[in-house]
């Protein structure tokens, strides 16, 4: 079965663009979850879909945002890009919405803001 | 806030040596707990899931605990090799339904 899946690997942007990322979870499963790794703020939780509804958000600008299609395929978008965003971008995701689920991560995007 | 602490943040042992990462969490009132393996500039791998209900996880040469009321768990690992050089991070899940992760521990096994 394959894993999670991120497109594009790696990503070079400037400073007031916008950048879309992409995640497909594995067969299956569908719930998608989305997290910020930085050198200085580690791992930081950005939100997390299930069937197409954003069920949970964490601390993040609006400039952040994602949604959820219909085959469980998410995507996340930046907007206004700053160059704190440079960062490797991580997409979990589990077979069910529940205490019992376990994460499984896909490779990341490397995003750079220059 | 659930808080998320690894100790010690960096390790390195000979090759063959028995060695515990330990990590430590502020709200015991969780679901879960999950160690991760992670190789430089790529994801993360998991490598054990704890219930809440559970007291240990083993998968061949790792053997995770996890002691719900005083906030901890430790992550073993016998024989050490240096293919398990790596960084190693504790992730709970609780009441908010995210992860929050630890900062890590960066293993280093010499041969």
């Known amino acids: 079965k394959a894993g999670v899946t991120q497109t594009p690997r790696y990503l070079i942007k400037t400073r007031g663009q916008q950048v879309t990322l992409s995640c497909s979870p594995i067969s299956g499963h569908r719930s998608v979850s989305w997290y910020q790794q930085t050198p200085g703020q580690g791992l930081q939780f950005l939100f997390e879909?299930?069937?197409?509804?954003?069920?949970n958000k964490g601390n993040f600008p609006g400039r952040f945002s994602g949604r959820q299609f219909s085959n469980s395929r998410s995507e996340m978008n930046v907007s206004t890009l700053e160059l704190g965003d440079s960062a490797l971008y991580l997409c979990a995701s589990s077979l069910v919405v529940g205490e019992s689920d376990e994460q499984y991560f896909g490779p990341g995007t490397r995003l750079t803001v220059t | 806030k659930q808080e998320v602490t690894q100790i010690p943040a960096a390790l390195s042992v000979p090759e063959g040596e028995n060695l515990v990462l330990n990590c430590s969490f502020t709200d015991s009132a969780i679901y879960n707990l999950q160690w991760f393996r992670q190789d430089p500039g790529k994801g993360l791998t998991s490598l054990l899931l704890?219930?809440?209900?559970?007291r240990e996880q083993t998968s061949g040469r790792l053997n995770a605990s996890l002691d719900k009321s005083s906030g901890r768990s430790t992550l073993y690992i016998a024989a050490s090799q240096p293919g398990d050089s790596a960084t190693y991070l504790c992730?709970?899940?609780?009441?908010?339904?995210?992860?929050?992760f630890g900062s890590g521990t960066q293993l280093t096994v010499l041969p």
């Open positions: 704890i219930q809440s209900s559970q």
């Open positions: 992730a709970v899940k609780g009441s908010a339904r995210q992860l929050t």
């Open positions: 879909y299930f069937s197409e509804t954003q069920r």
